[in-house]
């Protein structure tokens, strides 16, 4: 069963195909977040906040955005002012950004023609930030959190699961010992309590490499679990037995033999906690102790919306962030959920 | 047979156990609540000048957080000084509107020619809540809870610890609190109507501190203070199981106390407060208080129409007032309140326990010039802070004393607008330059520092993230960090590594000497540089003059001219940034009548002549 074999299945199911274009939309976005983000995260305009958002419409032979007027500063009210309208210019030069961290750019897909007003498409924040903004630059920290904690859980696990289940023995029982040991740890106050004792020496955007490696450093044992007893049976087969008659290494066992067997799991397993890391870092980012102003990720961004203003005062455009978060986790799942069904037809769901 | 005989036993027996359990129950119960005695009016009623009132209405509210103790000894939460407040009283109050010192449990006082002495001359025939009369000897016996020494059991004599200071039986807030410069006031009984108190120096706050302290009953609690278990009083068992042993003065008494869910008042019949017709006030039968998690809830029961009074946030105004009409309610701008918002610089010198410097030298350099913080200071968009973070619901806080403290606030210290010119111009004069819109100092290192701030404040996160934006304009790299409050807690007072912080500060004493602990250079709350030895600064050691004066007279008018050049150093060396003071909001429900909010007193200054018609 090879992944080019898996891939062209994943595509000749329409679950497959639309939980595969919804990700990949959202990475997309991730990747181009600079192209297409009209502002930078922290841009802030005091005399906007919780502006809400404006519509585009075609007028006059191009796309043009609604304009607002506050009426109310001490209520941030808006009020759409009819004949007022700001003209879109694509292409056009903003902010300087870097194109994959690289290529310096400062053309964006959308500006509002010199800047005359402001193009909020999910309105804005209470420095008056844009939300838009905002969510695009937040994916990058939210989606691939998930990406990079899998990428650690996932060797964790086979190095400790497979060199545990082919020795067996004294390392077997030390693994598993220490697999237990980890497995036995109140997750969250391990978590709440590595991540107050690190804070201090972390500027806040460093914060989001923290949380990973936290968040990975946890959730390792339970894949090193399962891969073990998978390896422990693999071991038995003939041709594990041959290649260890004829003189290799362990390792080169481990990766030649074994591993391609455990692929197929490991990529179910994979996809199906990745929606793990992303609730995790919002829930993280929620309490206050995720990811820190003035940066963004979704959950940060979802925990400024439980103020009770929000509510009371209709800012629901706060709310899409969590709206986002839903997207990408029930993407993921039906993914794995397909995956699964392809690399294990007997135990099809449908 | 056998084994249906032993089951009946069996039966039998749990029957009879139950029985004890109901009947012991029973027995506890039996143990009620004492009926208070109501005795005659007292001979010096205080007769308040409010329309006539109808009795018999009930008061509801919310207490955000809970209790730990009734004790004001003890006592160390805002919750629980709200309770201990509505039970307790004091000789002397503070005038609603003006502020200035007004009789209370005292009709009057003389204080003497070289000002050391103060007599206060109590009101006679005041009862406590459970008919006991009050009298000179329980302000004596509270005062001497205070200072009451722990002896040697084997020799009898006055303990000392090591640095021959006496050691205090019952070690409260209130006894380091009033110790004037390490000595005791002395206080002795003239009658049984008059006490007096001797300062050992002249300490011009005494009137308002020592005569603003809560008296307790000596009848109540004289047992306690003689075996030791004083500190133990009127815990939160107490409150539970017998809310009549906490007997008071003031307006009200602990009728009843759950934990975690709702306190009770109910009126004190023995009150010495009485309406123009003579009745006793007052009018409230019962202030039922819910106890809720945050100030957020609070506001959230008021606009659902469910609470009395409410004390309202600057940013929840916008949706509390629209339910004005609907759940008939009135919400009233009181103007600026006490709290402030600042920030500073660790201008601490030392060094750490591994000898490293707690602030980089060269950081420290910029620090410590005046030049520097001014340029910071006007680099702050303050008026952009009030319209988007407070929703326009605060004013500027030019220096520090808020603009509510009218008397003691000085118009005409320095300024800082938001002036990225001025800024600009100030760090030219350092030897500053500009590279890629960066700064750069006169060393060549670029300029940046770390801001810390607690994280749980949402409204002081966005002014972070504001300051941090201001500063980029500046070319000022700035790294914010949110902590949780005790970790600032002890960066600031212990570790001292930090860089910057943001804080703020609310409520306070009316007295400006309240906050010498803040200003003088060996207080313990001088942010910037706290304990020190000796002033490191001439401008502090002038500080440090001005407020000893400050304290020494007794002469108002003298002491707000020292005052006034204390806030103008402060303005014009700005160790502390100030930035902005929320305004206060409070809302009533508008079936009460007799109210006459003032910005010092709030809503609930005149509780006694306040009513509402009983449901």
Redesign the interface.
């Known amino acids: 069963m090879t992944l080019f074999y898996i891939f062209r299945e994943v595509f000749r199911r329409p679950l497959g195909i639309f939980s595969a274009c919804v990700l990949g939309l959202l990475y997309m976005t991730a990747i181009f977040a600079g192209l297409l983000a009209p502002y930078q995260t922290n841009e802030q305009d005091l005399n906007r906040t919780y502006h809400p958002p404006t519509k585009v419409f075609w007028k006059d032979g191009g796309l043009h955005v609604e304009a607002y007027k506050l009426v109310d500063p001490s209520e941030a009210r808006y009020e759409l002012v009819e004949e007022l309208s700001y003209p879109i210019e694509l292409f056009a030069r903003g902010y300087e950004y870097r194109l994959f961290g690289l290529i310096p750019l400062e053309r964006h897909l959308f500006q509002v023609k010199d800047d005359i007003g402001p193009i909020y498409l999910l309105g804005s924040d209470s420095t008056g930030r844009d939300v838009f903004s905002r969510l695009i630059y937040g994916s990058q920290v939210s989606l691939f959190i998930g990406l990079i904690g899998i990428i650690i859980t996932a060797s964790l696990g086979f190095l400790v699961g497979g060199l545990s289940g082919y020795f067996g023995g004294r390392t077997d029982f030390l693994a598993m010992r220490l697999v237990e040991f980890m497995m036995a740890m109140p997750g969250l106050y391990l978590l709440l309590a590595l991540r107050g004792a690190l804070a201090p020496h972390f500027p806040s955007d460093q914060m989001f490499f923290v949380i990973v490696v936290i968040l990975a450093l946890i959730g390792w044992a339970g894949t090193a679990r399962i891969l073990r007893g998978m390896t422990l049976a693999l071991r038995q087969n003939q041709y594990v037995m041959a290649a260890e008659s004829m003189g290799q290494p362990p390792i080169a066992i481990l990766l030649k033999h074994i591993l391609p067997n455990l692929v197929s799991y490991l990529l179910v397993a994979a996809t199906l906690s990745i929606p793990g890391y992303v609730l995790g870092e919002a829930a993280l980012s929620f309490l206050g102790l995720g990811i820190q102003e003035p940066a963004a990720s979704w959950g940060l961004m979802l925990s400024q919306a439980q103020d009770v203003k929000v509510f009371y005062l209709n800012f629901w455009w706060l709310l899409i962030p969590g709206f986002a978060i839903f997207i990408t986790v029930i993407a993921y799942n039906i993914l794995g959920d397909v995956l699964r069904d392809i690399v294990d037809p007997k135990m099809q769901t449908s | 047979m056998f084994q249906r005989m032993f089951r009946q036993a069996l039966l039998l027996g749990l029957l009879i156990f139950l029985l004890t359990l109901i009947s012991g129950c029973d027995r506890e119960r039996a143990e009620e609540r004492p009926k208070l005695p109501v005795l005659p009016l007292p001979l010096d009623k205080l007769q308040v000048n409010f329309p006539t009132g109808v009795f018999g209405a009930n008061l509801s509210e919310t207490v955000p957080g809970d209790i730990a103790t009734v004790n004001p000894l003890v006592n160390e939460s805002l919750a629980g000084s709200l309770v201990i407040g509505r039970i307790l009283d004091s000789l002397v109050t503070l005038d609603p509107v003006d502020g200035a010192v007004i009789p209370n449990l005292a009709k009057s006082w003389e204080i003497s020619e070289d000002s050391l002495q103060y007599t206060f001359h109590l009101r006679e025939g005041i009862h406590w809540s459970d008919g006991h009369s009050f009298t000179a000897e329980d302000v004596v016996f509270t005062w001497q809870t205070f200072f009451a020494k722990k002896q040697d059991e084997l020799t009898g004599e006055n303990m000392m610890d090591s640095q021959g200071r006496p050691v205090y039986r019952y070690n409260s807030r209130s006894t380091f609190g009033q110790l004037i410069n390490g000595q005791e006031p002395k206080v002795e009984m003239i009658d049984l109507h008059t006490v007096r108190f001797t300062t050992p120096e002249v300490y011009a706050p005494f009137l308002l501190f020592g005569g603003g302290e809560e008296i307790l009953p000596k009848h109540i609690l004289q047992d306690a203070f003689k075996n030791g278990t004083l500190m133990d009083q009127w815990s939160v068992q107490t409150a539970i199981n017998e809310p009549w042993k906490i007997v008071g003065l003031n307006m009200f008494v602990l009728e009843s106390y759950r934990p975690g869910e709702r306190i009770v008042f109910a009126r004190n019949p023995n009150y010495w407060k009485v309406n123009e017709m003579g009745e006793r006030l007052p009018y409230v039968e019962r202030v039922i208080s819910k106890i809720v998690q945050d100030v ?1 809830s609070s ?2 029961a008021f ?1 659902q129409g469910l609470t009395d009074f409410e004390s309202i946030a600057p ?5 509390v ?2 339910g004005q009409k609907k759940f008939d309610y009135t919400l009233l701008d009181m103007g600026p309140s006490n709290s402030t918002n600042f920030l500073w610089f660790n201008l601490n010198p030392g060094t750490n326990s591994e000898g490293k410097p707690l602030v980089m030298p060269h950081k420290s350099k910029w620090f410590s010039d005046k030049r520097f913080r001014q340029a910071i200071s006007h680099g702050i ?1 303050r008026k ?2 009030i ?3 407070y ?3 605060a004013d500027i806080l030019h220096g520090y004393v808020s603009p509510k403290r009218k008397f003691w606030y000085n118009e005409a210290i320095r300024k800082y607008e938001y002036s990225t010119e001025k800024s600009k111009k100030l760090f030219a004069e350092m030897g500053f330059q500009y590279r890629d819109n960066k700064l750069y100092d006169f060393e060549n290192r670029q300029v940046e520092f ?1 801001l810390m701030t607690n ?2 404040n ?1 409204l002081r ?2 002014m ?3 300051f ?2 201001n500063m980029a304009d500046l070319g000022i790299d700035v ?6 409050f005790n ?1 600032i807690v002890t960066k600031t007072s212990d570790s001292f590594e930090y860089e910057a912080c943001m804080l703020g500060l609310g409520g306070g004493a009316p007295d400006p000497y309240a906050g010498k602990d803040i200003l003088m250079s060996g207080g313990r709350m001088h942010f910037w540089n706290p304990q020190q030895a000796e002033a490191a600064t001439p401008w502090e050691a002038r500080i440090d003059e001005l407020m000893r004066q400050v304290g020494r007279h007794t002469d108002v008018n003298i002491r707000k001219k020292f005052f006034n050049e204390v806030q103008a150093i402060l303005a014009e060396e700005q160790p502390l940034i100030f930035l902005v003071s929320p305004k206060d909001f409070i809302g009533y429900s508008n079936r009460w009548r007799n109210i006459e909010p003032t910005p010092l007193g709030g809503v609930t200054w005149n509780l006694e002549s306040l009513w509402a018609e009983p449901e």
Request: proline share 0%; net charge negative.
């Open positions: 957020n506001n959230v606009a940013d929840n105004v916008a949706w007032r629209r968009n952009g802070i319209r988007g973070v929703f326009d619901r770390s994280s749980n949402g996160v966005e972070a993230t504001v941090k934006e790294e914010l960090q949110f902590l949780d970790t």
